[in-house]
């Protein structure tokens, strides 16, 4: 089916990532950042010039665009979404990728910073990719292949199958999303604009990962209140909340219940900000589990480490609020196996080994699942995210757009 098609994905990645659009968890708009929209305003034109129809661009950075069916048959609507926004770990500006051809197996120094060097042995998935092209950023930023790779995929899979009319296909939507890495990916979605039956997220990591497990996941804020007084006079007055705060994370399990101490299934709870003067402190967790109850069990710990902390201290008091963030998708994805089963039949048509994952996160399709849209994550290739060491191999961006082109005909020819 590819045999003599030029891929595309490499300079549409190279192009996407050198547009800053990294979010901002403080701002209140939608987008979080007007930047943005930058990269999807890009998407708009080069979806146009490809021919794809129904393409909006709508206020709050959304783009949806639509490959009409091609096939006699009723087909259900699939849609393969991602997101233009890169995390707020790590610089998105300034971005200057680097292509190491025919990679040797040797360490990447990054020329910007030498001090910044991605190894095989501690990223043995490198191991894997010598022969290959990678693409890195130059030291100083994060490369964007979260998901700008996922961006690229989708990009490539619209120019084959524009260009392949003799490639069957049922009705294909387009979804670009702002803001996933603030987990608001999805908070302005219009799912009667998208029309979809079933999605896909491209956003997972190594060749042939398949993930249709994720975190369930809430967010906690607590809000410790002291007594602020003038400190050259405040004996048996000043009631300082940051140094309650301080108790309250001192509380915490050492040794377990953190990201730093689980793996595989094992769920978290993770301070992530801190923020306060003496007479007011907020901290704001976030708590992750495959298994959703388990939330309120890690939720219960905090809350009594809280009654705690405020036991011991006169004239303190704290308040502990809960958000829901995401759910577990295989909760919903149970329900219908095909989605899961023709991504499968999809990767090995494109000779790709499968690797089922369970996400220790979440993605777009987290939300999109619980929201009536199916919607599993499969591969990019994108690898180190959120770091300056971020990397992406060439080829597996282009196995990537090979899976999700035979997943498209998958859907037809079992219609």
Same mark, same amino acid.
């Given at each position: 089916?590819?045999?003599?098609?030029?891929?595309?994905?490499?300079?549409?990645?190279?192009?996407?990532?050198?547009?800053?659009?990294?979010?901002?968890?403080?701002?209140?708009?939608?987008?979080?950042?007007?930047?943005?929209?930058?990269?999807?305003?890009?998407?708009?034109?080069?979806?146009?010039?490809?021919?794809?129809?129904?393409?909006?661009?709508?206020?709050?950075?959304?783009?949806?665009?639509?490959?009409?069916?091609?096939?006699?048959?009723?087909?259900?609507?699939?849609?393969?979404?991602?997101?233009?926004?890169?995390?707020?770990?790590?610089?998105?500006?300034?971005?200057?990728?680097?292509?190491?051809?025919?990679?040797?197996?040797?360490?990447?120094?990054?020329?910007?910073?030498?001090?910044?060097?991605?190894?095989?042995?501690?990223?043995?998935?490198?191991?894997?990719?010598?022969?290959?092209?990678?693409?890195?950023?130059?030291?100083?930023?994060?490369?964007?292949?979260?998901?700008?790779?996922?961006?690229?995929?989708?990009?490539?899979?619209?120019?084959?199958?524009?260009?392949?009319?003799?490639?069957?296909?049922?009705?294909?939507?387009?979804?670009?999303?702002?803001?996933?890495?603030?987990?608001?990916?999805?908070?302005?979605?219009?799912?009667?604009?998208?029309?979809?039956?079933?999605?896909?997220?491209?956003?997972?990591?190594?060749?042939?990962?398949?993930?249709?497990? $994720?975190?369930?996941?809430?967010?906690?804020?607590?809000?410790?209140?002291?007594?602020?007084?003038?400190?050259?006079?405040?004996?048996?007055?000043?009631?300082?909340?940051?140094?309650?705060?301080?108790?309250?994370?001192?509380?915490?399990?050492?040794?377990?219940?953190?990201?730093?101490?689980?793996?595989?299934?094992?769920?978290?709870?993770?301070?992530?900000?801190?923020?306060?003067?003496?007479?007011?402190?907020?901290?704001?967790?976030?708590?992750?589990?495959?298994? $959703?109850?388990?939330?309120?069990?890690?939720?219960?710990?905090?809350?009594?480490?809280?009654?705690?902390?405020?036991?011991?201290?006169?004239?303190?008091?704290?308040?502990?609020?809960?958000?829901?963030?995401?759910?577990?998708?295989?909760?919903?994805?149970?329900?219908?196996?095909?989605?899961?089963?023709?991504?499968?039949?999809?990767?090995?048509?494109?000779?790709? $080994?499968?690797?089922?994952?369970?996400?220790?996160?979440?993605?777009?399709?987290?939300?999109?699942?619980?929201?009536?849209?199916?919607?599993?994550?499969?591969?990019?290739?994108?690898?180190?995210?959120?770091?300056?060491?971020?990397?992406?191999?060439?080829?597996?961006?282009?196995?990537?757009?090979?899976?999700?082109?035979?997943?498209?005909?998958?859907?037809?020819?079992?219609?």
């Amino acid at each position: 089916m590819f045999e003599g098609y030029s891929f595309t994905v490499e300079e549409r990645f190279l192009r996407y990532v050198q547009i800053d659009t990294q979010s901002d968890p403080q701002s209140q708009t939608q987008p979080s950042t007007e930047k943005q929209k930058d990269l999807s305003k890009l998407l708009v034109k080069e979806l146009k010039d490809l021919g794809v129809g129904e393409i909006n661009l709508d206020r709050y950075g959304y783009v949806y665009a639509t490959i009409p069916t091609n096939s006699v048959k009723e087909v259900p609507t699939i849609c393969f979404c991602a997101h233009v926004d890169t995390a707020p770990d790590c610089s998105g500006a300034g971005v200057k990728p680097i292509v190491h051809r025919n990679y040797n197996g040797n360490d990447i120094i990054l020329p910007d910073d030498h001090s910044q060097v991605i190894s095989p042995d501690t990223y043995p998935y490198l191991s894997q990719k010598i022969g290959e092209d990678i693409i890195t950023a130059s030291g100083t930023s994060l490369l964007g292949a979260d998901d700008k790779a996922g961006v690229a995929v989708i990009m490539d899979m619209a120019n084959f199958l524009m260009s392949h009319s003799e490639i069957k296909h049922g009705e294909i939507k387009i979804l670009f999303t702002p803001d996933e890495e603030i987990g608001r990916g999805v908070d302005k979605v219009d799912l009667s604009i998208l029309n979809a039956d079933f999605g896909y997220t491209l956003d997972a990591g190594e060749r042939g990962a398949f993930e249709d497990e $994720t975190f369930s996941a809430d967010a906690v804020a607590i809000t410790f209140h002291g007594i602020s007084t003038h400190p050259g006079y405040a004996k048996g007055k000043m009631v300082n909340a940051i140094k309650i705060a301080s108790g309250f994370l001192e509380l915490l399990p050492k040794d377990s219940l953190s990201p730093e101490t689980t793996a595989s299934r094992e769920g978290f709870v993770h301070p992530i900000r801190i923020e306060g003067i003496p007479e007011k402190v907020t901290l704001q967790f976030i708590v992750r589990d495959f298994i $959703t109850q388990r939330l309120i069990e890690y939720e219960q710990l905090l809350k009594r480490q809280l009654e705690k902390i405020i036991a011991t201290i006169p004239g303190s008091k704290a308040e502990l609020m809960i958000k829901e963030q995401y759910r577990n998708m295989k909760e919903v994805l149970d329900k219908y196996p095909q989605v899961s089963a023709y991504a499968k039949e999809a990767m090995e048509r494109a000779g790709v $080994t499968i690797l089922p994952m369970s996400a220790r996160g979440g993605t777009d399709g987290s939300r999109l699942s619980f929201m009536g849209l199916p919607c599993p994550n499969i591969f990019t290739g994108e690898m180190a995210f959120h770091s300056k060491h971020e990397f992406v191999s060439i080829q597996d961006m282009q196995k990537s757009v090979e899976t999700i082109v035979q997943l498209a005909c998958v859907w037809e020819e079992m219609s």
